[in-house]
DNA sequence: ACTGCGTGTTACCGTAAGTAACAAGCAGGT
DNA sequence: ACCTGCTTGTTACTTACGGTAACACGCAGT
């Protein structure tokens, strides 16, 4: 019968997608984001037309390859989001965390943060095909979780979005620069990061003499 | 004597210069970052090994490029931030310079915070390598003017480097996103970002019954 | 006249993305 | 057995771009 033949080769097309996304995964990792499409067929042991028949283009391949960093991220973000304790812990535990991805594997989060542009800039220039997607993605779904969980009162959906990108922008600018500089402490970092959104800025006083802040 | 002609010459080198580099603008603008330098060399009505000759590689006329930019929007954003008046008065009139510039010139934003990377990647993979050097600068420039400004007690100057890049960060993930949604009115979002370093997002209420944040 | 230097050219190389066009294996139906 | 259709794989090509070599012109100053 043909259905579950069907579904056979469906499953078997896609182990092998997912066995083309490891070999490209570990090209990547070896050779950074700019790995050539040749580099990733040949660590595969095929040519170059077969990743073309599964991921269409470059972009495709590159998508599909950040689509699972980007979920296992986000599972982590989440877990510690999640962690029963005051708000301040939690979202030092998420910062925390990410500073923790970023570390671990900084090519990855290279790969994710810096992706090679699609660049088929069908009609004139599409901004919102230009910025990375994995920070887009991370604030959508931190925006979703401050509006569900904080009272921010009417225009709080949009609020929430706002702070979820800004959030999310923070943390990555702040995340690249520490990776490069190593000007501190991991835990030194989240705690001043925390201190800003906790209006320290704010609060703080103006040195006497200077034109004010 | 050869001594004022050779500041004839290299007046002479440098208003070329200039010239090369507004025809790499108006191409920039046109084509976006992915402007060939065929593409550009056309339009200065000469060919590719005069830019060669001129700015190296690509990303040696691309970073002469971006320079221009950066500097004339640092210049916008410190009169912004030098306004005589509070401190929230200013935070918000720096982000909306800041909102504003990006609005007018959308191609010029993208161009300075996604360029397209460098990728000589000497040894291994250098990550300071790979960032947007305006996000940088920002960060940096920020970071001055709140330490020199700001009392912040021992850690300061590292305290103020961290939210210079950081608020830097905010700004333009926030701003990315906004340009691409149109999500709200420019003043809203300036007022939403301004709430959150004013620990907005610290004070908010809790929603009831949810797991809390 | 010769030298030096900046401007400009054409023609080329290497590499990478992307695309035919064709070959082989393997279901299933007749 | 034979053809059909589908997936997997190949080689060989085109196109485009970054970058470079080699050469030619013009024009100061010695």
């Known amino acids: 019968m043909q259905t579950s033949q069907r579904l056979d080769q469906q499953q078997a097309t896609e182990n092998r997608r997912r066995e083309l996304l490891e070999a490209a995964d570990r090209v990547v990792l070896r050779d950074g984001p700019e790995a ?15 990743l073309y028949r599964h991921f269409g283009d470059k972009s495709g391949l590159y998508r599909a390859l950040a689509k699972r960093h980007t979920d296992a991220l986000l599972d982590n973000l989440r877990t510690a989001l999640d962690s029963r304790s005051a708000r301040r812990d939690r979202v030092e535990a998420t910062l925390d965390a990410y500073l923790t991805a970023i ?14 542009e699609d660049a ?13 997607p994995l920070l887009r993605r991370l604030g959508e779904e931190l925006a979703k979780i401050i509006a569900e ?11 929430a979005r706002v702070w ?3 959030i999310v922008g923070m943390m990555h600018a702040a995340g690249d620069w520490w990776l490069a500089e190593r000007p501190c402490e991991r835990g030194q970092l989240v705690a001043h990061l925390a201190d800003l959104l906790w209006g320290r800025l704010a609060a703080a006083g103006d040195v006497p003499g200077s034109p004010g802040f």
């Open 36 to 50: 050539s499409m040749n580099a990733i067929a040949a660590e595969a042991g095929i040519t170059k037309p077969i």
């Open 120 to 132: 088929d800039a069908e009609k004139g220039f599409d901004t919102r095909r230009y910025s990375a």
């Open 149 to 159: 969980r904080l009272d921010l009162g009417p225009n709080g959906e949009e609020l």
């Open 103 to 116: 570390e671990a594997r900084p090519q990855v989060y290279r790969f994710l943060m810096h992706p090679t």
């Open 164 to 166: 979820g990108h800004g």
